[in-house]
């Protein structure tokens, strides 16, 4: 299922003293199965943007099309493009709110109408998919549970819709390194194992460096590259001019570059620079 957009624009407050232009003129296309990381400073229009890809905002003007459908047209069943068009908020684990876990999961395919065997069916893999044990947890109220592990029934929650694409706004925002990577791990099973398509909204760059297969990078409301990480991250110059940067691992083999050093100029990841520098050694020897 791909989401095309074309020529999005959308302005806060339109007509009154603090209209705000978030989007300007924006196009993009996200196919089936893809890994996507939407990157941007703070202010950049990613939030904006993820909210028009399931008709939560509607544009100014521009078109959403979701599996070749315009989302704006009047009659559309947005409650069915919401559930084949997942979004999961920042700090999602604010919006739970039932006494056990198995409930929490289990709201949206109520909420739809699936029957009480296959809600079972598809709470139990939903709870699974996300890395924590059906049994142990569902009885239990999400508020005993640690932060990740609360992160983690909220994305089931939203999984649990059966959705083809899943938008993640900063899921490991506030985790300590550990749960950070099991989410990520998770979420890039989502996307490997079950075909699912993902976008994933993130301030790090060693993130979707190692998991993305597109970037779409965002400034002041406009798309200013596409590309895949390597292309991106070609471009540190552009990218810490508008406030962005390059992987850590990136920036020490530019200056290794710079000392002189015969390295590459397109590592991503420390995995990739141990390869390359591996290799190296093996040569000198």
């Not at 199965?33 to 003007?61: A, D, R, W």
């Not at 604010?94 to 709470?123: C, R």
């Not at 390869?275 to 093996?282: C, E, N």
């Amino acid at each position: 299922m791909s989401i095309i957009a074309k020529d999005l624009n959308y302005t806060y407050g339109q007509g009154s003293p603090f209209e705000t232009k978030a989007l300007n003129s924006v196009s993009l296309e996200i196919n089936d199965g893809e890994f996507v990381g939407l990157i941007g400073h703070t202010g950049s229009g990613k939030s904006t943007l993820i909210q028009h890809l399931n008709g939560l905002l509607h544009p100014t003007s521009g078109q959403v099309f979701v599996d070749g459908v315009d989302i704006s047209e009047k009659g559309m069943n947005l409650k069915e493009i919401r559930r084949r068009v997942g979004l999961v908020f920042q700090y999602p684990e604010h919006q739970l709110f039932e006494e056990t876990v198995y409930k929490d999961v289990a709201f949206g395919p109520k909420n739809i109408g699936i029957g009480s065997s296959e809600i079972d069916k598809t709470v139990k893999w939903a709870i699974s998919e996300v890395g924590l044990d059906y049994d142990e947890v569902k009885d239990k109220s999400p508020f005993e549970l640690s932060g990740g592990q609360r992160r983690r029934v909220a994305i089931a929650g939203v999984l649990s819709m059966r959705p083809e694409v899943m938008i993640l706004d900063e899921p490991t925002a506030g985790l300590d390194p550990k749960g950070r990577d099991e989410i990520l791990s998770e979420v890039n099973k989502l996307n490997k194992q079950e075909g699912i398509t993902v976008i994933l909204v993130s301030h790090s760059m060693e993130d979707v460096a190692k998991l993305a297969d597109k970037l779409i990078v965002m400034n002041k409301g406009e798309i200013v590259m596409t590309g895949t990480p390597r292309e991106v991250f070609e471009n540190p110059k552009l990218l810490l001019s508008i406030g962005l940067g390059v992987p850590q691992v990136t920036l020490l083999f530019e200056r290794l570059r710079e000392r002189g050093w015969d390295v590459r100029s397109d590592i991503l990841t420390v995995e990739e620079a141990r390869d390359d520098i591996l290799k190296r050694v093996g040569k000198r020897d």
